[in-house]
C-alpha cells in the first residue's frame, strides 16, 4: 500500500478513540478525530462552508437543511472533499466523520466498526466519565442516536451496518489493547 487509511466508526463507550491514538502510535501515523480535523480545518478558508459538519449542529431540522442551501446528496461533498484532501498523500487513522464512506472507494483504506454490549459501555462510561450507571445509559443512548443521524443525513446509509466496514470488533470481549492487536494482526493479513 502506497499509504494506509483507518477510519474507525465507534459506539459510544466502546473506546474507540482511545484505540485509534493507540494504533495511530503503534504505526507512527496522524491521528485525527473530531477535535484534529476541527483544528484543521478552521486553519483553512471556507470554514464557515463545512462548520455544520465539523460542529455537528442538528441535523434533523428540514429548516437546517434549507437555511445551508444543501442539496440531498452532495451535503457533506465539501467537508467529505476536505477530509480526502488532507489524507491523498499519507497514511492515518481517522475516528468518526463518515469516514467509511468518505474512503470507501479508496483501496488504501480499511474501515473498522468497534461496538460493545450495553453493560460494557455503561461500565466504561462510567467509569470514565464518573457518572452514574442510569446517566451514562442516557449518554450512550443520546449520543448513539445523534451519531446514527449524523451518519444517515451525511451519507444516506445506517450507521454501524456490518456491510460498510472491512471489520466490526466487538471491544468489551476484547478490551482496548487486544482490540489494537487484533487490527494490527488483520492490517498484516490484508497486505
Known amino acids: 500500500m502506497s499509504r494506509l487509511i483507518i477510519t474507525i466508526g465507534r459506539q459510544y463507550g466502546s473506546g474507540g478513540k482511545e484505540i485509534g491514538k493507540k494504533l495511530a502510535k503503534r504505526l507512527a501515523i496522524p491521528f485525527y478525530g473530531k477535535e484534529e480535523l476541527m483544528k484543521l480545518a478552521k486553519e483553512k478558508s471556507g470554514y464557515e462552508e463545512v462548520s455544520c459538519f465539523y460542529e455537528e449542529q442538528p441535523i434533523n431540522s428540514l429548516l437546517y437543511a434549507i437555511a445551508m442551501n444543501q442539496e440531498e446528496g452532495c451535503r457533506g461533498k465539501r467537508a467529505f472533499d476536505r477530509i480526502r484532501k488532507l ?3 499519507q497514511s492515518c487513522v481517522l475516528v468518526g466523520r463518515c469516514g467509511n464512506y468518505v474512503f ?4 488504501d483504506c480499511t474501515s473498522i466498526f468497534l461496538y460493545a454490549q450495553k453493560s ?3 461500565n466504561m ?5 464518573g457518572v452514574s450507571p442510569s446517566k451514562a445509559e442516557a449518554r450512550i443512548e443520546k449520543i448513539e442516536q445523534e451519531r446514527a443521524d449524523f ?3 451525511y451519507t444516506g446509509e445506517t450507521w454501524g451496518k456490518a456491510e460498510h466496514y472491512d471489520l466490526c ?3 468489551g470481549v476484547l478490551g482496548i489493547d ?3 492487536e487484533l487490527i494490527l494482526d488483520y492490517l498484516n493479513l490484508r497486505k
Do not use: F, L
Not at 470507501?104 to 483501496?107: F, Q, R, S, T
Open 87 to 89: 489524507c491523498e498523500n
Open 104 to 107: 470507501k472507494d479508496d483501496a
Open 120 to 122: 460494557d459501555k455503561v
Open 125 to 129: 462510561v462510567t467509569k470514565r466519565d
Open 151 to 153: 451518519h444517515k443525513y
Open 169 to 171: 470488533i466487538d471491544t
Open 178 to 180: 487486544q482490540t489494537v
